[in-house]
Each structure stands twice: as structure tokens, then as C-alpha cells.
């Protein structure tokens, strides 16, 4: 018997070397593009997760500054007349006009009742801690406005009407440093 060999028919032919190196490389180009933003998305989860974070930190300075009046604020962070100030303070390439002290929270820093006599400095540094804020700080400045003329000479935070706070949490992420900032106001109660 003699065998018989057919030529195939062109659908059962298979494919080339040539077609089969363009579809692997058309497969790579569209894998590489879905891994790239695989990568790009979980970079971007995180930075969220992190700012959401900050905002939650900075949510709960702002709660526990709401229940303080204009003086409680002055003992609980340990602000007299003798306090050191500074004119138009520039902090973060922001202008604060005015004269103000600034406060700086940070995550190595160990608060005592000496240098944190309401206990807030070490409560929020503990959320900042607990949060993984690398090289996290709390920066709090304080501006005292519509200031009468003083009883005291040389007096300055104990006579202004209103006292603007503000607040920012900083923290290292990746390549970048991060910023979340908030405001509030206090007045003077009679």
C-alpha cells in the first residue's frame, strides 16, 4: 500500500514563525501596559490611604482644639507673653502675616507635662505614630488678631480678640513630602 499525503487545506495550515513572533510581541506590549498600571494604581491606593489618614489625624486635632477656649489653648500649649515670636512667619512658602508662634509636633520628640502640660502634644504624635507617618510633624501656628492696645507692656497673645490656628500634618511618602492642612478660630469669651 502506498500512502497517500494530501496538501493541507490553507484552514488547516498553522502559523509561521514570522506571525507568531509579531503576536508575541503585540501580547508583551499589551501585557507590559497592564502591569504598568497595576503598579501605578497600588501607588495611588496607598498615596490615598495616606492623605485619608492625615485628614483623620487633622479631624481629631480640630475636635480636640473645638472643646478649648482662646486661654485653655494659651496653658495647654504653653504660651505667655514671654513666649518667642515672629513676624510675617513663611512656612512652606506661605506668608503668614503678622506676628505668631509656631509650634512643631514630631514623631521623635518625648512630650512630658514640662514641654506638653494639656497632654494633647503626646496624643497626637501617638495617631501620627500609629498612622506610619514616616518623619511625620504636626505644625501648629498661632496668630493672634484684632489686638487691642495692651494693659501689659510688652504684652501680646493675652490681649488679642480672635486667635487663628493653623494646622498642618506633614509626612514623607515615597520620593515626596505630603502636606493636609486645616484652620480654626478662637475668640475671646467674656
Not at 497626637?124 to 498612622?131: D, P, R
Amino acid at each position: 500500500m502506498r500512502a497517500h499525503s494530501r496538501k493541507p487545506l490553507p484552514a488547516e495550515r498553522g502559523f509561521n514563525l514570522v506571525e507568531v513572533m509579531i503576536a508575541m510581541a503585540v501580547m508583551g506590549t499589551v501585557m507590559m501596559s497592564i502591569l504598568t498600571l497595576f503598579f501605578l494604581s497600588q501607588r495611588n491606593v496607598y498615596s490615598g490611604k495616606q492623605m485619608t489618614q492625615a485628614v483623620a489625624v487633622g479631624t481629631r486635632i480640630l475636635e480636640d482644639l473645638s472643646t478649648m477656649t482662646e486661654d485653655v489653648v494659651y496653658s495647654n500649649f504653653g504660651i505667655t507673653n514671654a513666649t518667642p515670636r515672629v513676624t510675617d512667619r513663611s512656612l512652606f512658602g506661605v506668608v503668614h502675616p503678622g506676628e505668631s508662634a509656631l509650634i512643631t509636633i514630631n514623631t521623635t520628640t518625648t512630650y512630658t507635662t514640662a514641654n506638653d502640660p494639656g497632654g494633647y502634644f503626646a496624643r497626637w504624635q501617638a495617631l501620627m505614630n500609629t498612622n506610619r507617618f514616616a518623619d511625620g510633624k504636626i505644625y501648629f501656628i498661632l496668630t493672634p488678631t484684632n489686638q487691642v492696645t495692651p494693659v501689659v507692656p510688652n504684652s501680646f497673645f493675652t490681649t488679642a480678640q480672635f486667635l487663628r490656628i493653623k494646622g498642618i500634618v506633614e509626612w514623607n511618602e515615597a520620593t515626596r513630602t505630603r502636606r493636609a492642612s486645616f484652620d480654626t478660630a478662637k475668640s475671646k469669651r467674656p
